[in-house]
């Protein structure tokens, strides 16, 4: 049995999370505008495959491919009735994956949609879209709850209390900021971290945004208004747009690297990354960070 993740944390353990879930997919042949969890049932050999190429290069932490597999998501994309299927399966492959050498983490991603007054959904609406895709991840077997790439606080705060209220499982809490410091919804870091954590989150951090850079800026932020673990998962960049439509990452492996000792100064206890990363980014992140200790 693994040790909880909590415990690892509050050891002061650096864990090596994975990267991009998304992009890897669409390197494997996702078509753009494709729900990513889809391939969960159509194409699992590809999902597991991104899963192994990650624990090969030194992740200990399983993200399921279900970062849209909510309500609202899924009846964008037509699929809303394969809710269950969908989720499941893709615990089902994360789980295999790990083999009982990583976390498994269910992936829980935003509604898609803005909360009243600037948007239609309601707070009771949020939360019963994220109670039914946090009770089917924690059914299906995860190890903890990862709410990633939030913007709105009160979204984010609707996602971390249906994870604590219906599940006994962990809860990771992270937001997507800019380089100015802020979300889209001009959230700041110290606000983000000090509300999640009243609402129960048990680390909270800053993934996806702009860069390495930003995520150390947001890091400093939170850890002035928390003492939680710390999560980092940057981006590889901002996405450019290349030769034939094709997505253009400019943050190389080896300057992921270069910021991963920058991350743990900052607080942070888990690192991985988001969109446009790769297994060779994990690799370059987890050589970097190798007998690192965390600083006390
Ligand atoms: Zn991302």
Redesign the pocket.
Known sequence: MMDDILRALAAGEVIIGDG?I?TQLQARGLPAGVLPELWNAEHPELVTAVHHAYLHAGARIVTTNTFGGNRARLTSAGAADRLTELNRKGVELARAAADGRAWVLGDIGPTGHLLEPYGVLSIAEAEAIYREQVTVLAEAGVDAIAI??MNDIEEALCAVRMARAHTNLPVLCSF?FNAKGRTMMGLRPADAAQRAAEAGAHAVGA???EGPAAIVAALTGMREAVDLPLIA?A?AGVPQVGAEESTIWDVTPEQLAAHARAFVDAGARLVGG???TTPAHIAAVAAALAGAAAPH
Do not use: D, I, S
């Open positions: 991009a998304g990633e790439t997507a993934n996806c945004g998962q981006n988001c969109c446009g």
